[in-house]
Nanobody, 132 residues
Framework: EVHLVESGGSLVQPGGSLTLSCAAS????????????MSWVRQAPGKGLEWVSSINRNGKLVNYADSVKGRFTFTRDNDKNILHLQMNDLKPEDSAVYYC?????????????????????RGQGTQVTVSS
């Protein structure tokens, strides 16, 4: 079973920056992380799960929600099984619990979704609060 652990969430002022990280472990032999699309999703209090960004298997293709495009950058290091979400110019509406999530199925190399898909693993989340 894949285990995902997010970190890096914090309280930050509007306009500030944060970098979230997600470490993956427990991957099955023969199925390294680079077989799968990875995503960041978030959930604010009282709201549903919102897709933030997805990255393809080798990290060359990334899609972002319109609400974060130009401010967030999603990268992956498949050698270290670590993902990062660099968040700049943060806004109060970015406040949420952020989760990294693993696609439920193996994906072709150039596939990257632009919305929520089926996930089979998700971390416990890290809280981001943007407030003055």
């Amino acid at each position: 079973e894949v285990h995902l652990v997010e970190s890096g969430g914090s309280l930050v002022q509007p306009g500030g920056s944060l970098t979230l990280s997600c470490a993956a472990s427990g991957l099955a032999r023969g199925l390294p992380l680079n077989n799968f699309v990875m995503s960041w999703v978030r959930q604010a209090p009282g709201k549903g799960l919102e897709w933030v960004s997805s990255i393809n298997r080798n990290g060359k293709l990334v899609n972002y929600a319109d609400s974060v495009k130009g401010r967030f950058t999603f990268t992956r290091d498949n050698d270290k099984n670590i993902l990062h979400l660099q968040m700049n110019d943060l806004k109060p509406e970015d406040s949420a619990v952020y989760y990294c999530a693993k696609s439920a199925s193996r994906n072709v190399l150039n596939y990257v979704p632009s919305g929520l898909v089926e996930y089979d693993s998700r971390g416990q989340g890290t809280q981001v609060t943007v407030s003055s």
